[in-house]
């Protein structure tokens, strides 16, 4: 049997910690197709386009890249000027039109222009996302060639092609649904992503749209999103690296015909946080696990820090040190790795209290090795492909969660090689 | 003809950026001799005694890692304790005690104990340095044995032999020399040190150790090795991940015959002062030299920022990328990720005035790519073993140089089977 290789991009094997995508279904108000507008030298969708009915509302996060892109800078703008009404969504891979200047902000002008044009739209109505190689210029003629085609191709069952057609280094697609109930009514929410190095997030950028038929105000959406983000699209990474074109926007369509949710403070929305968290977070470990050259997907717990801020940063620490990531590539469990990355986080530690775990093992207590320390123990456990290290720095009751993956020779090899 | 292989670590190839040691004669005061404890499974010295003459004053820059480890705190203690006075260094490869608790200070305690026993001297007055795998605890036994007779064999001409039996993963042995004068008397410099992965330094640990027989009071040696620390040894980065162990140690001898300077500020240092740069700044270059897989030497100019400070922590963050480092290693000019790696800095920039150059190629300026860019130049210049990348980020006149290393498959390699 051969190894199964991406749909994004020929002969790169598919992650051994990939998932299936789910059962999309539909969201109502939500249509979607995909084309080729040839930002690629092979056969491959590369342009996106979702339609969303009259009354959607959107919310986004953005990367906070100093540099950033045209697309972003457009959505923010565009969110901002018309208080998240959203009629569609762009998205083409193979070109992140940053670091493009004038022209790369004329290029997602006119982009944006040609999809309200096909959907009788305004373009402030239209958010734009873009995912490739830095610097190059948007070349918005090849999108405003195909866009009238692709309009009229829309349909509420086109989910799973649009999560392959926003790929580019990424080795699976990536869905994810759930439901909730508001007021009686069941809602949906459906998502897809797209990303796999440079997820801190990373350069091969990180793209998320989530899209669900309950009815909410952009500001409640916008609120939602901006604590979910936290603990899921927040909480993973690849290598620190992070995009210039980061972008997760959530679309609530408003079709699922209970009265609108106008604050997020609204109790009847207590389960769609539950359910948007879920989304998000699935997402954000698909990322994770198709980290560039991933073998292992791992989980780090920090507790007792200082507070979750903390937390978050010493998890970060240890996530993103390279000794930390190859000793687990190599199915190391080099504990001692773990101690130099938390020491390295510059934050309050005491180290005569600081306890180490992989998995049900225990590596350290005290400030030591651990009496009884069973290395054969600890070397079986690493052979999994799911891992879990849990740290206690003895401080106080600060505690984070983070996802990572190993950092292998397979990273190395298609990021050398990333433009040829 | 055969790679040459490590002085440290049977089978391990020399960096092909290795440099010859250099001719490092005497300094005045110093006795070296090295042993073998036996901390390697494996036949070589791992263990080296420095004397001083009575008279000799320390300085020492060490790690800020919130864990350290024994022999770190021994010396920091050691040194206030004295006002600097020092008498002897023990240095042991082959673990690092650190993490290692009450036990771990027990036994650094009894090794700086039987060397100031063989020395004649104060425990307080002879300084520690250990190297090697983190949570380990120092057998002391191992060096107590050995210590009377490596005391027995100290010699002014021990340098080189002592710049092998620090090395832990590294694959050549590092050192060097400069000469300054002080009141018309030439006083000389020379060090040694090791550390080639965990450089930021990194997990090898970095050590140093500098001599010279000027003679210079404890205060001002700190305060002359704090100001130089800077530019040199806190200016290269491997992998960002830094030590338990750090220690960078100046020990002066007064054997030269000048008058003592007591402080930092006289005016007899200026020669001096560039002279210990020099060799700070020849020891951490080799450090990057060495770094773990490293086949590319960079150095990278941030200019044009808001203040130097600004502008180190950009030039650090594009020496740490792992998406920069892997394209240096597949000799890709890939600008893009520069503007990824300058725009997560987060740091004052102006992107619009971006301009990024390889050597004397123009990638990138006025925030967009240059006009006429060269790819097939890039391309070629990319194949050099030392590479020099200049970035400006357009908003004020900090500047900064830091030096790395591009991140390989062997990176990988050497650092997932590291205690195997």
């Known amino acids: 049997m051969s190894t199964p290789t991406s749909p994004g991009k020929p002969g790169l094997s598919v992650s051994p910690l990939a998932v299936a995508l789910p059962a999309f279904g539909r969201i109502a108000g939500v249509r979607l197709a995909v084309g080729r507008a040839g930002f690629y030298k092979h056969e491959r969708p590369d342009v996106l386009l979702m339609a969303f009915d009259d009354g959607a509302m959107a919310a986004g996060v953005f990367t906070r890249h100093g540099v950033g892109s045209a697309p972003v800078d457009w959505c923010q703008s565009a969110i901002q000027q018309n208080g998240g009404a959203v009629r569609a969504l762009v998205c083409n891979a193979g070109c ?3 670091f493009t200047g004038p022209p790369g902000a004329e290029a997602a002008r006119r982009t944006a222009a040609a999809a309200a044009h096909a959907l009788s739209a305004a373009p402030e109505e239209v958010m ?5 190689v830095i610097g190059v210029l948007l070349d918005a003629a090849k999108i405003e060639a195909v866009l009238p085609e692709i309009a009229a191709r829309l349909s ?4 799973a092609e649009a999560s392959e057609a926003i790929m580019t280094t990424d080795t699976f697609p990536k869905g994810a649904v759930a439901e909730a109930t508001i007021d009686g009514h069941t809602v949906r929410i459906a998502g897809i992503a797209k990303g ?4 801190a997030p990373n350069m091969a950028t990180m793209l998320a749209f989530v899209a669900t038929d309950a009815a909410i105000s952009s500001l409640a959406l916008q609120d939602m999103l901006g604590v979910a983000i936290t603990d899921t699209f927040n909480a993973v990474t690849v290598d620190g690296d992070r995009s210039t074109n980061d972008t997760c926007l959530v679309i609530a369509t408003g079709k699922a015909g209970h009265a609108p949710a106008l604050e997020a403070t609204d109790p009847r929305l207590s389960g769609f946080k539950v359910a948007l968290r879920d989304v998000l977070m699935s997402l954000a470990q698909q990322l994770v696990r198709d980290g560039e050259g ?9 507790t007792g820090a200082a507070s979750d801020a903390s937390a978050r940063k010493i998890a970060r620490t240890i996530c993103e040190s390279p ?5 687990i590539a190599g199915e190391d469990a080099n504990w001692g790795r773990l101690v130099m990355a938390v020491g390295r986080a510059d934050e309050p ?19 030591m090795v651990a009496p009884g320390y069973d290395e054969a123990a600890m070397s079986a456990y690493m052979k999994g492909q799911e891992l879990e290290i849990s740290v206690d720095v003895g401080v106080g009751a600060g505690r984070a969660s983070m996802w990572t993956c190993d950092l292998t020779k397979r990273y190395v090899e298609i990021n050398g090689d990333y433009r040829s």
């Open 156 to 159: 509420p069952d086109g989910w």
């Open 323 to 327: 000794l930390v990531k190859t000793a």
């Open 128 to 132: 734009l996302a873009s995912t490739g």
């Open 96 to 98: 992140a039109n940053s």
């Open 196 to 199: 796999s190095g440079m997820i």
């Open 349 to 367: 530690i005491r180290r005569e209290a600081i306890a180490i775990h992989f998995g049900p093992l225990c590596a350290a207590k005290d400030g």
């Open 294 to 302: 991933a073998t292992k997907f791992v989980r780090v717990d920090v």
